[in-house]
């Protein structure tokens, strides 16, 4: 199964390659044109990060950090959320540079291959950016009346935090 | 605006807890090693993430993301049943999950937008079952292969930054399935529309 991980990229980059040339389409032109524009989104994200990594640094120096994990230690140990990720969890829903910023610190002070830095790594992929995209959709729309798509979202949220540390114990075993 | 509250609580409890705990002179130097660190984060994803861009580029200009659109139309007409009466609408949502799923984050949310503000027309503010089902699709995530996780991977030393994909396939799909049926539920619960 790891190693299914490990086929998708030089089966994707040479499939698509292919595909295009079969199809007559400059693909080189546009992988290139594509770099391009992914280092106009860093230029974005680093402002961001060094805002949000200089913060989130010492919030973990003070010792705040373990504190408001063992707040919430209770709850996540009743989900099988492992009780380091707390900081991410809260962070996700409002800002994705803030979550990469947690993650990525929580994958220096644990390590990736470890079980929290995997953790963090498959929770910040398989959930988003959720009242940042709410107020996007809702506010070009002109919707007022949101009914009940914040509590769903957040069941959304929820399920996948859990099910990113089920995941990680059943592909990687646990901590 | 959020982050800007949580910055702040962030920064201003660092500071009580550096001198309740006479730990200032770690997040003195905690701060500038933080600063530091963005930069070179920064740098050491560039790689994986401009190769990722490029890549999907080449998808978007292959046709592939078209194509990915069409196989979606089916699913959407059952899960949109009126929305999907309008042509227009179903084009835009259909393009909105393909590009959701080659995390072409930047090309999903206008697309999302398009299709949600036809669906909001004429029901006076109030968001239909329909554009809630749609606004929970797009607040769950459904990327294939997250790119920018994997870069911020390899950027701390990770040697297999994508041995994590089948972990977060399954993950999403959890997650996804859950806001789908808590959006359902909820919609029977307060009297659908």
Known sequence: ?175 | MEITWVWTGMVTLSLLFGVVFGRLDAVASAALEGARSAVELGISMAGVLCLWSGVMEMMNACGISAGLARCFRPLLRRLLPNASRDEETLAAVSANVSANLLGLGNAATPLGIRAARRMARGCGGTASDELCLLVVLNTASIQLIPATIASVRSAAGCGTPFDILPAVWLASVLSVTAGLLAARLLSRKGGGR
């Open chain 1, 1 to 175: 199964m790891r190693d299914l991980g490990s086929l998708v990229i030089p089966l994707l980059l040479s499939a698509v390659a292919v595909y295009g040339l079969g199809k007559r389409v400059d693909v080189y032109a546009a992988l290139t044109h594509g770099a391009e524009e992914g280092l106009t989104v860093l230029l974005r994200v680093i402002p961001a990060l060094v805002g949000l990594l200089t913060a989130v640094s010492m919030f973990r120096a003070s010792g705040a950090m373990e504190w408001l994990s063992g707040l919430l230690a209770p709850v996540l140990e009743l989900l099988g959320i492992p009780e380091e990720t707390a900081p991410l969890l809260l962070v996700r829903p409002v800002s994705g540079n803030g979550a990469l910023a947690v993650a990525s610190d929580l994958m220096r002070a644990h390590g990736p291959d470890s079980y929290v830095g995997r953790v963090a790594a498959v929770m910040l992929g398989s959930t988003e950016t959720t009242f940042y995209t709410i107020a996007v959709y809702f506010g070009s729309a002109g919707i007022t009346k949101t009914r009940h798509t914040v509590p769903a979202a957040l069941a959304a949220d929820l399920t996948g935090f859990a099910a990113a540390a089920l995941a990680v114990r059943l592909f990687f075993g646990g901590p």
